[in-house]
């Protein structure tokens, strides 16, 4: 753990909004008896006064989040299965139509994105350090090498592949700390016109939804259009397109190229002026969410309590990374959520990071019905509520607390 009160971007001065207090790593679902030998660290935020990335106060060393026991599978909703098919479609028809053309993923997973590219015959290489998904993905013949994407990676890709056109990353920009290092690589792997296109949370729908859980271990940036530009201009490249994704609650992909290569489409500076009408890094506007989020707090803990009290029963729906920053927070264990369900097998049979709640398997909640759903997956709310509408027909209720505490 080391302390980092300076800009891991441009070493400014970083200002704290937000402290969560402890937290335990949001991705490792220990077993009863593994509770005693969990980690734990300060989880807090800050902005940085000068360059305006949004980023922890303190890193979680890579190698306790992401190794072969990392549980998290891209695959895991139907919603983004065609979001991914949809982007590798979209790479098929415009970037990657050259017999020789060069896809690179970094966090490529379980080969969600990279699976349509090599089905298509495309070559293409995935980065992706956790071995328990990167196997997967091998298992529906996609090239992966299990290392984490820095610097020295983009030269021994470079040197086995030569230039990429395509770069491609999906919330995992925002989980890699050195942000120097793998744009110094991009530089380094991009061909002449090749784009560097990314997704991750989108920081202004985090102040406007109040959607406090997207701070988490493993996000250790949250993105502007506005930060992100600056980064990229340190670096020689060029933010030059951003699009807005209803996925994950809400999601920018932006698109970087070498400085001068494309023409920047209207859209960046249209989206740079929202931000700054909007006041992100402004100390009252931080402040105000910093106020909201503790107001979601007390009225989740004051509805749960009520409920425990009543003797109705709470069960959990998705056992989300985002959520261990709830359930810590909030101090929710299994006295007040009874269980939590979940379709990842490495995660069932386990407890929640820190609160310890019983993970079970998504056919718990159709054969032990709660009273209430406390939506954990949030940011899957349309598919998870459609696919278990018998839920609400045999009159349970689903508990949001995003973006604020409502029973539905
Ligand atoms: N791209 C997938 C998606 O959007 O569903 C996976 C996202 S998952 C939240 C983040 C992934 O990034 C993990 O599989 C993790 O192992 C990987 N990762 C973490 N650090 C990385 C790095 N330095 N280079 C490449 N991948 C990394
Ligand atoms: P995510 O919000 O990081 O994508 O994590 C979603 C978690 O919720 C993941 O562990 C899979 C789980 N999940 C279900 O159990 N059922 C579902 O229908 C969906 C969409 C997700
Ligand atoms: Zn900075």
């Known amino acids: 753990m080391s302390e980092t009160p300076r800009c891991r971007v441009c070493d400014g001065p970083l200002r704290e909004f937000i402290d969560f207090g402890r937290q335990p790593l949001s991705n490792r679902f ?65 970037r990657l139509n050259r017999s020789d053309a060069f896809a690179v993923e970094l966090g490529s997973n379980d080969g969600v994105m990279l699976k349509t590219l090599a089905e298509a015959g495309v070559r293409h290489l995935g980065i992706e350090p956790s071995e328990s998904v990167a196997e997967r993905a091998r298992g529906r013949g996609v090239q992966v090498w299990t290392e984490f994407f820095e610097e020295s990676t983009a030269e021994a890709i470079l040197d086995a592949e030569g230039h990429a056109d395509v770069v491609y990353a999906a919330n995992t920009l925002c989980h890699i700390p050195y942000l120097h290092s793998v744009l110094e690589g991009i530089k380094t792997l991009l061909a002449p016109s090749g784009v560097f296109v990314f997704e991750d949370p989108y920081f202004a729908d985090v102040v406007r939804h109040t959607a406090f859980d997207q701070i988490y271990d493993e996000h250790y940036y949250l993105f502007t259009a506005r930060s992100v530009q600056a980064a990229a201009a340190r670096y020689g490249l060029e933010l030059v397109d951003v699009e807005r994704l209803p996925v994950h609650g809400g999601e920018v992909r932006y698109t970087l190229a070498h400085a001068g290569a494309h023409t920047a489409a209207p859209g960046v500076a249209e989206l740079i002026s929202e931000e700054d009408a909007l006041g992100l890094s402004r100390r009252e506007t931080l402040d105000a969410f910093a106020t909201k989020v503790a107001a979601v707090r007390d009225d989740l803990v004051r509805l749960l309590t009520r409920l425990n009290e009543q003797g109705k029963r709470v069960a959990a729906y998705g056992a989300t990374a985002k959520s261990a920053t709830v359930a810590n927070y909030c101090g929710l264990g299994p006295d007040l959520v009874e269980f939590v369900c979940d379709t990842t097998e490495a995660k069932q049979g386990r407890l929640t990071p820190g609160s310890h709640i019983p993970v079970r398997p998504a056919e718990a909640f159709h054969t032990d019905v709660p009273d209430y759903a406390l939506l954990f997956a949030w940011n899957h709310a349309e598919e998870i509520m459609a696919k278990e509408q018998e839920f609400r027909d045999a009159g349970g209720a689903w508990i949001r607390y995003i973006p604020d505490v409502n029973v539905l």
Do not use: K, W
């Open 30 to 94: 220990p077993r009863p008896y593994q509770v005693e030998d969990e980690y734990f660290f300060t989880l807090s935020a800050g902005i940085c006064e000068s360059c305006t990335m949004v980023q922890l106060m303190r890193e979680v060393p890579r190698d306790r989040m992401f190794n072969d026991e990392y549980p998290y599978l891209s695959s895991g909703s139907e919603v983004m299965r065609e979001h991914f098919t949809e982007i590798a479609q979209r790479f098929l028809s415009t």
